[in-house]
């Protein structure tokens, strides 16, 4: 099993800049690559930043390339998300995965609200 904890998120103007992180606990070692998704109101959850641990090759959604930078620290079992540049439509619940596209685990989400 693997827990994790997201943090980091808030209510801030458009423009401005935030940082999510994301700290996992547990069976660390079966994790090879952590993605950040995101869910507006009335909205799928989609795919924002992805990021292979082994290597540090990241993808991005289109409507956030230039914008947010995902990163990650292994010696912490840690991956950031910086947000620069926030826009209004950048609103929703933020969730950190581990491995989303086989046998994923969430973490439990961070509120992002992004004021105009």
């Known amino acids: 099993q693997v827990q994790l904890v997201e943090s980091g998120g808030g209510l801030v103007q458009a423009g401005g800049s935030l940082r999510l992180s994301c700290v996992a606990s547990?069976?660390?070692?079966?994790?090879?690559?952590m993605g950040w998704f995101r869910q507006a109101p009335g909205k799928e959850r989609e795919l924002v930043a992805r990021?292979?641990?082994?290597?540090?090759?990241?993808v991005y959604a289109d409507s956030v390339k230039g914008r947010f930078t995902i990163s990650r620290d292994n010696a912490k079992n840690t991956v950031y998300l910086q947000m620069n540049n926030l826009k209004p439509e950048d609103t929703a619940v933020y969730y950190c995965?581990?491995?989303?596209?086989?046998?994923?685990?969430w973490g439990q989400g961070t509120q992002v609200t992004v004021s105009s």
């Open positions: 990021i292979f641990l082994s290597g540090g090759g990241t």
């Open positions: 995965c581990a491995n989303p596209f086989s046998s994923p685990y």
């Open positions: 547990g069976h660390t070692a079966s994790i090879y690559t």
